[in-house]
């Protein structure tokens, strides 16, 4: 059977290639998601690939993934630094979740230091562009005994 994972990218991700792009890159949301389903059909997993701008639909997209999803990969964005709700719903979830930030958050603004996430995340990507979702699908394939 093919894994499936939960890629779930929170607010103002959907802006990405014009949204700051010295910070955040010139990829498009859309470009990374090509690449990363290019990628999952190479080491043999099936992606979910998801944006909301609202924190209440991406903890819904988590609890869906709950028996349905063998790992979730997600950038929460701005709501990494102020969620208790995803981390909560994030840590009702059986299989291993992947922290990602485009950015490198700790050599910004003191927020962005605190991650909500973290304490959940069985591995953080941060500061590698939009290479850092070829890199957490490959953590991915490694953690569920793929590649
Ligand atoms: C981000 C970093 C967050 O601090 C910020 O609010 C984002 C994107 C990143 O991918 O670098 O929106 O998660």
Known sequence: MVPRIDIINGPNLNLLGQREP????????????????????????????????????????????????????????AYTHTSVAILDALSSFDGPVIELHLSNVHRREAFRHHSYVSSRADAVIAGCGAQGYELALWRMARLLGRA
């Open 22 to 77: 010295e910070i955040y890159g010139h990829e498009t949301l859309a470009g990374i998601e090509a690449t990363c389903r290019a990628l999952a059909e190479r080491i043999g997993l099936e992606l979910r690939f998801f944006q909301s701008n609202h924190e209440g639909a991406l903890v819904d997209r988590i609890q869906a993934a709950r028996g349905h999803a063998a790992g979730i990969v997600i950038n929460p964005a």
